[in-house]
């Protein structure tokens, strides 16, 4: 899922396996995948203009590499061939790419675990089963095979950091021994789980270990783990056959590799007695405030917005957050229908029904109110996040009526934060929904500490104060 692949072979409709057609399936993370095939023969004019195939078709396509091994395409599309008289060619477009099985359609594609890599993962973990040792003027290095790290997590899953090694010896110029460590993680389920909820899982995960190393991360590689396809051995010492996932993965070609430890907000070894009580809290925290979370990593993921939208999303993220965290009306609902009987009664029915949709949202707390309420209620942990703002609240409320309305009074005013103002701001917001996250989390002052501490290298690189 991280990089470009060609895969040679022969391919059919799984409703048609009689219909066999030969070309290459072109696998890009960044774009969909594109299987182009050929049939190079000679055709009547008749044949080219009036081929029997329908111009669009849609459903899974199977397929043989050029080692015989399955491939199924899953959402496969065909819009109809292109034909003339020596050669007809037929574009494909799929979604979803399975290397090591053949599925006939999503229901079937199920899985009772998975295996996950994800770029800085490494290093995020930071773990080292090396062991050297000096005797008697011999110098010894090797592993020590380290046993899984077993975290519950709720509805008896579990995810495992697991581990794999190796070594190889180069003579190429001197002899040189190489011995290499790998880990990734083992999600396991009580039951086979479909496609779309695995999905949801690699992208909570995915959210949580960016919010940690404090830069966007992406699968490296997916495996699917089947009881039935079991090659030898059971249990934990089961070994699977290989199903490989290949998906949409929009960003990985610009992912920062080779993140170091110190650099991250939170690494592995700062919760490892505790990771599974914080991922566990992290799922729960993504049912409370997703539509916060969304809004967030919206913009983590999308660098390339504009200014004026990134400030909107987490305008609207900060104002949800205290909406779900703190309370999102003025007074109780019983008192204020109370006080829209009593404005009907003295202004007439006429009159109320005109301002009905209006009154209606007047129990709920406006943007200024909900974030003055946000830094009286969180100031110890915020304020010097927001120390280059004094008026805070009100910049952000004035520029978030602004870049929606564009009403030039505002602008006028000098009331809109733009330019390098808008960058600093952004960077504020951001920083200032990490902390909060953070501390809701209970992950620990070092991280919060550090997280803020990128206000000033950020304030820098914009060439603010």
Same mark, same amino acid.
């Given at each position: 899922?991280?990089?470009?692949?060609?895969?040679?072979?022969?391919?059919?409709?799984? &409703?048609?396996? @009689?219909?066999?057609?030969?070309?290459?399936?072109?696998?890009?993370? #960044?774009? *969909?995948?594109?299987? @182009?095939?050929?049939?190079?023969?000679?055709?009547?004019?008749? #044949?080219?203009?009036?081929?029997? !195939?329908?111009?669009?078709?849609?459903?899974?396509?199977?397929?043989?590499? +050029?080692?015989?091994?399955?491939?199924?395409?899953?959402?496969?599309? +065909?819009?109809?061939?292109?034909?003339?008289?020596?050669?007809?060619?037929?574009?494909?477009?799929?979604?979803?790419?399975?290397?090591?099985? @053949?599925?006939?359609?999503?229901?079937?594609?199920? /899985?009772?675990?998975?295996?996950?890599?994800?770029? %800085?993962?490494?290093?995020?973990?930071?773990?080292?089963?090396?062991?050297?040792?000096?005797? &008697?003027?011999?110098?010894?290095?090797?592993?020590?095979?380290?046993?899984?790290?077993?975290?519950?997590?709720?509805?008896?899953?579990?995810?495992?950091?697991?581990?794999?090694?190796?070594?190889?010896?180069?003579?190429?110029?001197?002899?040189?021994?190489?011995?290499?460590?790998?880990?990734?993680?083992?999600?396991?389920?009580? $039951?086979?789980?479909?496609?779309?909820?695995?999905?949801?899982?690699?992208?909570?995960?995915?959210?949580?270990?960016?919010?940690?190393?404090?830069?966007?991360?992406?699968?490296?590689?997916?495996?699917?783990?089947?009881?039935? !396809?079991?090659?030898?051995?059971?249990?934990?010492?089961?070994?699977?056959?290989?199903?490989?996932?290949?998906?949409?993965?929009?960003?990985?070609? $610009?992912?920062?590799?080779?993140?170091?430890?110190?650099?991250?907000?939170?690494?592995?070894?700062? *919760?490892?007695?505790?990771?599974?009580?914080?991922i566990k809290s992290w799922f729960d925290y993504d049912k409370k405030i997703g539509p916060v979370l969304d809004l967030y990593f919206a913009l983590i993921f999308n660098k390339h917005l504009y200014g004026s939208h990134q400030l909107?999303?987490?305008?609207?993220?900060?104002?949800?957050?205290?909406?779900?965290?703190?309370?999102?009306?003025? !007074?109780?609902? !019983?008192? /204020?229908?109370?006080?829209?009987?009593?404005?009907?009664?003295?202004?007439?029915?006429?009159?109320?029904? /005109?301002?009905?949709?209006?009154?209606?949202?007047?129990?709920?707390?406006?943007?200024?109110?909900?974030?003055?309420?946000?830094?009286?209620?969180?100031? =110890?942990?915020?304020?010097?996040?927001?120390?280059?703002?004094?008026?805070?609240?009100?910049?952000?409320?004035?520029?978030? %009526?602004?870049?929606?309305?564009?009403?030039?009074?505002?602008?006028?005013?000098?009331?809109?934060?733009?330019?390098?103002?808008?960058?600093?701001?952004?960077?504020?917001?951001?920083?200032?929904?990490?902390?909060?996250?953070?501390? &809701?989390?209970?992950?620990?002052? =070092?991280?919060?500490?550090? =997280?803020?501490?990128?206000?000033?290298?950020?304030?820098?690189?914009?060439?603010?104060?």
């Open positions: 899922m991280f990089k470009k692949r060609e895969f040679e072979g022969r391919w059919w409709w799984s &409703d048609k396996p @009689e219909e066999i057609r030969y070309g290459i399936l072109r696998y890009d993370p #960044e774009d *969909i995948s594109i299987l @182009e095939t050929k049939d190079p023969r000679s055709y009547s004019f008749h #044949e080219v203009v009036e081929h029997d !195939e329908p111009r669009f078709q849609k459903g899974t396509m199977l397929g043989r590499d +050029s080692n015989d091994h399955p491939i199924t395409l899953l959402d496969c599309i +065909s819009y109809g061939p292109q034909s003339s008289m020596g050669l007809k060619t037929a574009i494909y477009h799929a979604h979803t790419v399975i290397l090591g099985r @053949e599925f006939n359609n999503w229901d079937e594609v199920q /899985f009772d675990g998975i295996k996950l890599d994800f770029t %800085n993962l490494l290093a995020w973990l930071n773990l080292d089963s090396s062991l050297t040792k000096r005797e &008697d003027g011999v110098d010894y290095i090797g592993f020590k095979f380290p046993d899984d790290l077993i975290f519950p997590l709720h509805d008896a899953a579990e995810i495992r950091i697991t581990a794999t090694t190796g070594s190889r010896t180069d003579w190429t110029h001197e002899k040189t021994m190489c011995f290499t460590e790998s880990r990734f993680f083992r999600i396991n389920w009580p $039951r086979p789980m479909s496609m779309a909820s695995i999905n949801e899982w690699v992208v909570q995960i995915q959210r949580f270990l960016s919010l940690m190393i404090g830069t966007p991360t992406y699968p490296r590689w997916m495996m699917g783990l089947r009881k039935d !396809e079991i090659v030898m051995g059971e249990g934990e010492n089961a070994v699977y056959r290989d199903i490989e996932v290949l998906g949409e993965n929009h960003g990985i070609s $610009r992912a920062k590799l080779n993140k170091r430890t110190w650099e991250m907000l939170c690494s592995f070894s700062n *919760i490892r007695d505790r990771m599974g009580h914080v909107l999303f987490l305008a609207q993220a900060l104002e949800r957050y205290h909406a779900v965290q703190m309370g999102g009306q003025r !007074e109780p609902r !019983e008192s /204020f229908d109370k006080r829209l009987s009593l404005v009907s009664d003295l202004i007439g029915k006429e009159q109320f029904d /005109f301002f009905k949709d209006k009154l209606n949202w007047a129990n709920e707390k406006t943007l200024l109110h909900r974030l003055n309420e946000l830094l009286e209620k969180r100031g =110890a942990l915020v304020k010097d996040v927001v120390a280059d703002f004094p008026d805070f609240p009100q910049l952000v409320k004035d520029s978030r %009526n602004y870049y929606t309305h564009f009403d030039p009074k505002l602008l006028a005013k000098g009331r809109v934060a733009e330019k390098t103002q808008l960058a600093l701001l952004i960077q504020s917001m951001k920083i200032l929904l990490e902390v909060l996250f953070l501390s &809701d989390l209970g992950i620990g002052d =070092a991280a919060i500490s550090k =997280a803020k501490s990128r206000r000033a290298s950020v304030i820098h690189s914009i060439g603010g104060r």
